[in-house]
């Protein structure tokens, strides 16, 4: 008998406590396996289902260009109204098989408020455009954390400011404690706009690393007067100089922790020439 995640899924769902699942983590590697609707389909069955993580596959196991692609997520939280967390890592620019292009992305298609979902995590190479706006229009009242790795153009993420500026602003989430946008090819941007936004009153960690974030992003920062309201500025593995970190940060007087280790120059880089950390 071939031992297929079909069968497996199915004997799940057949088991007597299949009821008392809490957690699902999916590690599947294969494109043709459609488990966004496997799962919306056995709500009925996971009644105190509470987190998801779709591709739990390691860059070890698969590269991220090649991890399947999930294209609405909707679904699941339309199914589940006790979900708190859901986490995915994934392509969203091309094929894994054939590397054929695949501009849709990843989708929040169906417009929606979720009351209980606390934790929203996105990995990815690359995340278009419209999956930001697609987040940025779902009511979330419960939502504490936010990451989203916004990725390369090679890879899917023809992403600009402008798409995140409702998060940004502060107009959304008004739980919000962690933000993460991470894995950015305009991380300075990002942070000069941050940098005035009220929004960081209501944070405890902004974790912009992984990034291009150079000098100049990071002084925007440090001269934000809500910079002191966060606990962890983290802007690891960017763009910052050396001189930066030994002459220049230990000017200000901060009550927060900034976590500046693995940049990926020691000198001045122009941010032409700089890339997000997972672009392959």
């Known amino acids: 008998m071939v031992d297929t995640f079909e069968l497996k899924w199915q004997l799940l769902l057949q088991s007597k406590q299949v009821d008392e699942i809490e957690a699902l983590v999916f590690g599947v590697l294969d494109w043709f396996v459609d488990i966004v609707s496997m799962l919306a389909n056995a709500k009925n069955y996971l009644p105190n289902l509470k987190a998801v993580f779709l591709g739990d596959i390691e860059?070890?196991?698969?590269?991220?260009?090649?991890?399947?692609?999930?294209?609405?997520?909707?679904?699941?939280?339309?199914?589940?109204?006790q979900l708190e967390h859901i986490h995915v890592?994934?392509?969203?620019?091309?094929?894994?098989?054939?590397?054929?292009?695949r501009p849709e992305g990843m989708r929040f298609c169906s417009p929606l408020q979720h009351n209980y979902l606390k934790v929203l995590r996105i990995e990815s190479g690359g995340l278009n455009s419209q999956t930001l706006i697609d987040i940025s229009q779902l009511e979330l009242p419960s939502l504490e954390y936010l990451e989203l790795w916004l990725g390369a153009p090679e890879y899917g993420g023809n992403s600009s400011i402008?798409?995140?500026?409702?998060?940004?602003?502060?107009?959304?989430?008004?739980?919000?404690?962690?933000?993460?946008?991470?894995?950015?090819d305009y991380t300075d941007e990002i942070a000069t706009q941050l940098a005035t936004s009220?929004?960081?009153?209501?944070?405890?960690?902004?974790?912009?690393?992984?990034?291009?974030?150079?000098?100049?992003?990071?002084?925007?920062?440090?001269?934000?007067?809500?910079?002191?309201?966060?606990?962890?500025?983290?802007?690891?593995?960017?763009?910052?100089?050396?001189?930066?970190?030994?002459?220049?940060?230990p000017r200000f007087e901060l009550d927060c922790q900034i976590v500046v280790d693995r940049q990926q120059c020691s000198k001045y880089v122009e941010p032409i020439q700089r890339y997000c950390a997972v672009a392959e």
């Open 162 to 184: 402008n798409d995140l500026m409702l998060i940004i602003s502060g107009q959304k989430f008004p739980k919000l404690r962690y933000l993460g946008l991470r894995n950015c």
């Open 198 to 249: 009220p929004l960081i009153r209501r944070l405890t960690e902004l974790d912009l690393s992984m990034g291009t974030l150079g000098d100049e992003g990071l002084l925007a920062l440090l001269n934000s007067p809500f910079i002191n309201e966060l606990d962890v500025l983290n802007v690891s593995q960017n763009y910052i100089t050396t001189d930066f970190i030994e002459k220049i940060l």
């Open 59 to 81: 860059d070890r196991d698969c590269m991220i260009s090649s991890l399947p692609q999930y294209d609405d997520i909707s679904s699941i939280l339309l199914s589940y109204a």
């Open 89 to 101: 890592r994934c392509n969203n620019g091309r094929n894994g098989r054939t590397g054929e292009k």
